[in-house]
């Protein structure tokens, strides 16, 4: 399990500037209007070796003042309820704000650890006007500019000291599987309709933390572990409408899978927040299995499997090699497809393949198909080998890395999904100098 860092504070402090620079993305749109951050909000970072997840919870505000303050308590709520560690983040040049207050206000009551964090100290003179912040009760505060990073090192430092060793906890060696998807889809109908009355098959694991965040399902031949969705268990039933929330409420129950079962609604098709949640599982790795339901309630005149399932695959692209199975819950149709499909892609996102075999068959291959030549120099891919990861990520070795395509990466990966099974895995290719 990582640890999960969210960055909190009103707008324009600078929150989404200092989440890209810990990510080292320009995923948050960055735009001096207020409020623009839109759902780019969660990256991957670490840092002294240390990984971690960050949420920059800047996502969906809107303008008016009174929507506006209750939004960002309702973002504080939920870092304080989801993530491990806090980033308060203020600004020095606007100096102390009614709503700064009213943050610290919620703050100062969680147990988690929390860094005030003063943005935009962009020369000494700043320095000493941090003081006003004090007031807030909130301990040392971290003076850095998220411009140009000066003092986020020694902020860096602190933060993953904090981070709690996470014993890993004895989980039995079998697939974790978790079904995600937005609000009433029908995750928890096939949750049920799995465990249903045999409801003896599901066994919580002892010492699990986080209300049991695994559920052994053993029965009908297949044996896994459920990962529970934060979002079953959770009352608050004020976030549900919004799509930022069940986006992160999933985060870490999609962390902690190796196969994410992707349920969609047939009666509305791929909406972007299902593909916010199917990137989501992509950026970390795991197997994906879609599963399209209520497929019942669809009129079929014009709606045939296929132009469904290729109106799905356009909008996943490029990574378009995942299983999409038709199912009605309620009707307990293909359910077992399901786990069997997932059973699959969990085998796919462990296949090892030898070193001495993908030099034997990709070698001649790239030699019909070479890389294009750069500026008259020969690309020469020379030894081929995977990585030692818990997903399919393999290293070619070869002279000239930089000039490699994303487009011939592309033509190398379908050549080697065309070989091996790696349907609902995505994959990484990595060129390197020998």
């Not at 759902?39 to 009174?66: A, L, M, P």
């Not at 020694?154 to 079904?179: A, G, H, M, S």
């Not at 009605?328 to 085998?347: C, D, G, H």
């Not at 990466?409 to 994959?427: A, I, Q, T």
Request: some cysteine; hydrophobic content about 35%.
């Amino acid at each position: 399990m990582g640890n999960i860092i969210a960055i909190v504070g009103r707008p324009n402090v600078g929150k989404s500037t200092f989440f890209n620079r810990l990510t080292e993305t320009r995923d948050a749109i960055v735009d001096p209007t207020s409020g623009v951050t839109r759902d780019r909000h969660y990256g991957k970072s670490d840092w002294n070796g240390k990984e971690f997840s960050v949420i920059d919870t800047g996502g969906y505000v809107h303008n008016s003042d009174d929507i506006f303050e209750e939004e960002i308590r309702k973002q504080v709520v939920l870092a304080i309820e989801e993530t491990d560690v806090i980033i308060f983040m203020v600004d020095v040049k606007e100096g102390l704000s009614p709503l700064d207050e009213d943050v610290a206000d919620m703050l100062r009551r969680t147990s988690k650890k929390v860094f005030l964090v003063a943005n935009k100290v962009d020369n000494n003179a700043r320095i000493s006007e941090i003081n006003d912040f004090y007031s807030l009760g909130l301990g040392d505060i971290y003076c850095i500019s998220s411009i140009n990073g000066s003092g986020t090192g020694d902020l860096l430092d602190k933060v993953v000291e904090e981070f709690n060793v996470i014993e890993e906890e004895e989980t039995p060696n079998l697939p974790k599987i978790t079904i995600i998807g937005r609000p009433n889809v029908g995750k928890s109908s096939l949750i049920n309709a799995l465990i249903g009355v045999e409801r003896n098959i599901v066994t919580p694991i002892a010492g699990t933390t986080r209300d049991s965040l695994y559920t052994n399902y053993n029965s009908f031949g297949f044996n896994f572990l459920l990962v529970d969705t934060a979002g079953v268990r959770k009352k608050g039933k004020v976030f549900e409408n919004i799509e930022f929330y069940s986006v992160m409420r999933s985060i870490r129950a999609i962390e902690n899978s190796d196969v994410c079962i992707l349920m969609i609604d047939a009666t509305s098709g791929l909406e972007s927040q299902d593909l916010n949640l199917f990137s989501l599982a992509e950026k970390n790795h795991k197997g994906i299995v879609v599963v399209v339901n209520k497929w019942d309630l669809v009129e079929k005149e014009t709606n045939t499997h296929k132009d469904f399932e290729d109106r799905i695959r356009e909008k996943i692209a490029p990574f378009k090699d995942v299983p999409i199975i038709f199912t009605s819950v309620p009707n307990k149709q293909r359910i077992f497809k399901v786990l069997e499909t997932a059973n699959q892609v969990y085998k796919n996102r462990n296949r090892k393949i030898t070193t001495s075999e993908l030099n034997n068959k990709l070698l001649p291959l790239i030699l019909d198909s070479p890389p294009p030549a750069y500026k008259g120099k020969y690309i020469k891919v020379k030894y081929i080998t995977q990585l030692p990861l818990a997903y399919p990520s393999f290293v070619f070795f070869c002279n000239l890395p930089q000039y490699i395509r994303e487009e011939y990466k592309r033509f190398m990966e379908n050549k080697m999904r065309e070989m091996y099974d790696f349907s609902g895995v995505p994959m990484t290719l990595y060129f390197r100098q020998k």
